[in-house]
């Protein structure tokens, strides 16, 4: 294109604009910035993460966790770490794992939830499980953005598995929690677990996935995609006639 062209195509949306009066008021009202990071707009944000939770597996009901269970173990990098759970473009392009920011973890939210006589540990590695009623695992991705997050196998990490093969020693039932941008391979891996629960990346209110797996709320997340089996179903359609995916197109179970 030219110059000419170009100016007179530019020249013409600011006519536009100008006629229909934004360059009167060309700021927005800085009144709404007292709102940012509020207890409304936390409320909403937990809403969405209510909402958006996928519960995948749920072997005899296992889910919803009783709020007067007398020992729960929770491991994992992801069970206490707001940074993970925000992912990418939180605070810095591709995100940070820590306390980035203001917010609740999910090990905050199971805290909050059971009664005074549960007893909730927690630690990282999933070691100390022994003896609990059930142990709650958080795995998933760390946080990235853009091409810096290209995967070509979706891999559970070495530590998610590490924890996982610790939880498993207990030989206690496990309810685990993924935080992810995208489905990681899970296929061999799923039958030790009693529960599997697809929580995305909720941002700063974790305590909205607890409110799922305590059963304050009803899961009623859908999958949007179809859950591959291996890496070779990537791209999945699931109008295909040999479409075997591990979880289907909008899949999602309800209690």
């Known amino acids: 294109q030219s110059e000419d062209r170009l100016n007179d195509a530019v ?49 005899d009901n296992i889910l919803p966790l009783s709020k007067n269970i007398n020992k729960i173990h929770v491991a994992g990098i992801g069970a206490n770490d ?12 591709q995100g940070k794992m820590g306390d980035i920011t203001k917010g609740t973890t999910i090990l905050d939210g199971i805290k909050s939830t059971v009664s005074r006589k549960t007893t909730v540990s927690y630690t990282k590695d ?3 499980a022994n003896g609990a009623d ?3 695992v958080v ?14 196998e979706l891999k559970l990490s070495s530590e998610d598995l590490a924890v996982l093969t610790e939880m498993k020693s207990a030989n206690i039932p496990l309810v685990v929690i993924m935080l992810s941008g995208r489905p990681l391979i899970i296929t061999e891996h799923l039958n030790d677990w009693d529960a599997f629960v ?6 700063t209110e974790g305590d909205g996935v ?25 791209p999945s359609d699931y109008k295909d006639p040999n479409y075997k995916p591990l979880f289907k197109y909008n899949y999602g179970l309800k209690y």
């Open 11 to 59: 020249f013409r949306i600011l006519k536009v604009k100008h006629q229909m009066g934004l360059f009167d008021n060309p700021y927005a009202s800085k009144r709404y910035a007292r709102d940012f990071g509020s207890k409304k707009h936390r409320k909403i944000a937990k809403e969405a993460v209510r909402k958006s939770v996928v519960l995948l597996k749920n072997d």
């Open 82 to 93: 707001i940074g993970m759970q925000c992912g990418g473009w939180t605070i810095e392009w």
């Open 126 to 128: 999933g070691s100390g």
């Open 134 to 136: 059930v142990g709650i």
């Open 139 to 152: 795995i998933g991705e760390t946080p990235y953005a853009e091409g810096m997050g290209d995967d070509g």
């Open 198 to 203: 697809a929580a995305w990346l909720p941002g």
């Open 210 to 234: 607890s409110d799922i797996i305590f059963g304050n709320y009803n899961p009623s997340g859908k999958l949007s995609f179809s859950w591959p089996e291996s890496i070779s179903q990537i």
